[in-house]
T-cell receptor, first 111, second 115 residues
């Protein structure tokens, strides 16, 4: 059984640019959640997708957006990057309302 | 306002002894709690969970205790092994957090198990 995978592993962008991060969910999972983990903090919930629809959102501005595809993989898009967006972005997949399993994350650095 | 708090940023324990990691939460509407372990350059790995209808859940060397009146949970690792050295995150969820799949995490405790 393949676990959760994320790409790319690392990324460097400059302020104002746009970025797309990708996540492939674990086999049999239909829900994907995205989290941002800043240095020295715990992961913070960005949003969740269930059956291709957004199903809950945390305190993140609209320039953070996402998609879920029919195969349940997902993308996180961030527009107009700011320095504070530098963080580890984690994707977690699950069956609805069951335990979430995390991918290895994408480390984003905004210069 | 931090709803889930892990007040000890680090803990050092000798191999073979017990490790106790603590977590406090502020909202009594949380009703499901989880512990994750994270190694550098990896994502968090699920360890163990507990529902608010229980006060203890055990899985091998790992036991989670929940004290609802104190809004406190703890993770016990017995015996501790060097491979347990990692950052441990406590997380909570429930209808108050927007659904059972929206996890609210603490800041983590770095556990170091030394020989």
């Amino acid at each position: 059984e393949t676990g959760v995978t994320q790409s790319p592993t690392h990324l460097i962008k400059t302020r104002g640019q746009q970025v797309t991060l990708r996540c492939s969910s674990q086999s049999g999972h239909n829900t994907v959640s995205w989290y941002q983990q800043a240095l020295g903090q715990g992961p913070q919930f960005i949003f969740q997708y269930y059956r291709e629809e957004e199903n809950g959102r945390g305190n993140f501005p609209p320039r953070f957006s996402g998609l879920q595809f029919p195969n349940y993989s997902s993308e996180l898009n961030v527009n107009a990057l700011e320095l504070d967006d530098s963080a580890l972005y984690l994707c977690a997949s699950s069956r609805q309302q069951e335990t979430q399993y995390f991918g290895p994350g994408t480390r984003l650095l905004v210069l | 306002d931090q709803q889930v708090k892990q007040n000890s940023p680090s803990l050092s324990v000798q191999e073979g002894r017990i490790s106790i990691l603590n977590c406090d939460y502020t909202n009594s509407m949380f009703d499901y709690f989880l512990w994750y372990k994270k190694y550098p350059a990896e994502g968090p790995t699920f360890l163990i969970s507990i529902s608010s209808i229980k006060d203890k859940n055990e899985d091998g060397r790992f036991t989670v205790f929940l004290n609802k009146s104190a809004k406190h949970l703890s993770l016990h690792i017995v015996p501790s092994q060097p491979g347990d050295s990692a950052v441990y995150f406590c997380a909570a969820s429930g209808s108050i957090s927007g659904g059972y799949n929206k996890l609210i995490f603490g800041a983590g405790t770095r556990l170091a198990v030394h020989p």
